[in-house]
């Protein structure tokens, strides 16, 4: 039974410049949720996905949209890359009716210059 | 969200107990006391959970105070494969709802 999965692994890109990031859940799960973890810091809620419809939204300008598709899955999309935006993306899916446990992915780092 | 207040890092010997403390004295009584931990250059992992009553897993024991203003993390015998960041997590009642992670306390193992 595959766990989260996430590309790519590591991506470079340049300030200005556009990013997708992807997320398969874990088998089973209908929920995707998406997290910022600069370095040396806990991660930080970006938005949440349910049935296709973003559900719960943290405190990140709207360069930061996502999607998710009818097997689950989901995209991260940011939009005018800054420096800042420099981080680990991390993806985590659970199930909604047993929401107490997040399954995490390995992360995507990015890193912006 | 109600916040939670860790010690920055800790240190103990393998095989040896652990208890990791978190205060969390705005807590809600709708609030679950949630643990997870992250190990070098992975994402982080859930590790237990509880609302009132002391819970045991194959991972950890959580201990909350009587008032629920604080817990503690409990591993039996710790390993060099237990050194992770641990954060204690309040999370409200409702399907989904969002971790709002702190800093977590750093927990190194000696062999």
């Known amino acids: 039974d595959a766990g989260v999965t996430q590309s790519p692994t590591h991506l470079i890109k340049t300030r200005g410049q556009q990013v997708t990031l992807r997320c398969s859940p874990k088998?089973?799960?209908?929920?995707v949720s998406w997290y910022q973890q600069a370095l040396g810091q806990g991660p930080q809620f970006i938005f949440q996905?349910?049935?296709?419809?973003?559900?719960q939204r943290g405190n990140f300008p709207d360069r930061f949209s996502g999607h998710q598709f009818p097997n689950y899955s989901s995209e991260l999309n940011v939009n005018a890359l800054l420096l800042g935006d420099s981080a680990l993306y991390l993806c985590?899916?659970?199930?909604?009716?047993?929401?107490?446990?997040?399954?995490f992915g390995p992360g995507t780092r990015l890193t912006v210059t | 969200d109600a916040k939670t207040t860790q010690p920055n890092s800790m240190e103990s010997n393998e095989e040896e107990p652990v208890h990791l403390p978190c205060n969390h004295s705005?807590?809600?009584?709708?609030?679950?006391i949630h643990w997870y931990r992250q190990l070098p250059s992975q994402g982080p992992e859930y590790v237990i959970h509880?609302?009132?009553s002391n819970v045991n897993n194959r991972m950890a024991s959580l201990a909350i105070a009587e008032d629920r203003k604080s817990s503690t993390l409990i591993l039996h015998r710790a390993t060099l494969r237990d050194a992770a960041v641990y954060y204690c997590?309040?999370?409200?009642?409702?399907?989904?709802?969002?971790?709002?992670f702190g800093k977590g306390i750093t927990l190194s193992v000696r062999p």
């Open positions: 985590a899916s659970s199930l909604a009716q047993a929401s107490y446990e997040q399954y």
């Open positions: 088998s089973g799960h209908d929920t």
């Open positions: 996905y349910y049935e296709e419809e973003e559900r």
């Open positions: 705005t807590i809600s009584g709708t609030d679950y």
């Open positions: 509880g609302l009132t």
């Open positions: 997590i309040l999370v409200s009642t409702g399907a989904n709802s969002k971790l709002t």
